[in-house]
């Protein structure tokens, strides 16, 4: 019997040794035992995609050389307690690509427990049919849960550009707690009409299946906040009292669309007493905060002109920081 494509693209047992001090649950067992485990807040960071391009044109033209060890520098001179890492590590999700990757983050990423979100460039292909593979193996599940300084925090594969309804009924259940409620996921759901592309595209820029029970899900229970990656930008939008942010800024090309959200950058997050505040620390040394007022835009179906006023959206923010 021939070998599946997933076989046949499986680490080798060099490659998972080599990767085991970085799987899910070795990370979150060093999680538990920091003195933030049982305290009322918590301070933590958020990195979006890092990925440098499969193609050696798009990393001539739009990448610099660099960026995620700058930003993984940065995260630990600030006092967190853990990074998250909201997907696509890697150009595709080979072993080779991954062993690359594992070996920067060995020179660049210790000191801090570091948790990972699946991106569609993570699967055996970022686009078309796929597996998850090599991820799962060398991390350990795409969906996974871990209460800390009485929060809850979900990761959410949207990798495959939908959620199934096994895993909508899966988060409906863990997020059925009196904790406050964090969710991570790589894509965000497409139906906001923000940060995607337009007509036919605009799918590239969010995942369709299962987007309006997610948004419904989240609602339902309150979540705090909702971080995505997958858009090379930085945004925030409030829909149905859940405040949702785009964080695509690790370190992976910077497509050229004359808007004033592409930047590379990192996010701290802080929960405490008083609710979530956010940090945004770009690539010189500057820093913002995100303002706490509600910054509500019209779902897609009620705007013809939604990428204008996500433009405007991000313009108040950088404004407000007094940077635009």
């Known amino acids: 019997m021939m070998p599946s494509h997933a076989d046949r693209h499986r680490p080798s ?54 960026v995620f060890a700058g930003h993984m520098h940065a995260i630990l001179k600030q006092r967190v307690a853990f990074v998250v890492q909201l997907g696509d590590m890697v150009e595709k999700g080979d072993p080779h690509r991954y062993q690359r990757f594992l070996r920067d983050l060995r020179r660049v990423g210790g000191g801090r427990p570091y948790l990972t979100v699946i991106g569609n460039h993570d699967r055996s292909r970022p686009n078309g049919k796929s597996h998850s593979t090599v991820y799962r193996t060398l991390f350990g599940a795409s969906n996974y849960f871990f209460d800390h300084a009485h929060t809850r925090f979900v990761v959410l594969d949207s990798s495959a550009k ?107 997050v802080e929960i405490g007493p008083g609710g979530v505040r956010e940090s945004v620390h770009e690539l010189d040394g500057r820093s913002f905060d995100v303002p706490s007022a509600p910054i509500i835009l019209p779902t897609r179906e009620h705007s013809h002109s939604w990428a204008a006023l996500a433009r405007e959206a991000g313009r108040k923010i950088l404004r407000a920081a007094g940077l635009a």
Request: proline residues 4%; contains cysteine; aromatic residues 12%.
């Open 13 to 66: 047992e060099d490659l998972a040794r080599f990767a085991a001090r970085w799987r899910t649950e070795r990370q979150l067992r060093l999680l538990s035992r920091l003195p933030s485990a049982g305290a009322d807040g918590v301070r933590f960071a958020v990195l979006g995609d890092c990925e440098p391009s499969r193609f050696w044109l798009y990393r001539k033209l739009f990448n610099r050389e660099g």
């Open 162 to 268: 939908r959620l199934t309804p096994s895993q909508l009924r899966w988060l409906r259940m863990v997020l059925d707690t009196p904790l406050r409620k964090i969710v991570f996921t790589h894509m965000p759901p497409v139906h906001l009409g923000l940060w995607g592309g337009t007509g036919r595209f605009h799918a590239l820029g969010g995942f369709v299946g299962g987007a309006r029970e997610f948004s419904q899900a989240v609602a339902h229970a309150k979540v705090s906040r909702v971080y995505m990656g997958h858009v090379h930008a930085f945004g925030v939008q409030d829909h149905m009292g859940v405040r949702y942010v785009l964080t695509g800024g690790g370190g992976s090309a910077l497509f050229p669309s004359g808007n004033s959200d592409r930047f590379h950058h990192f996010l701290t």
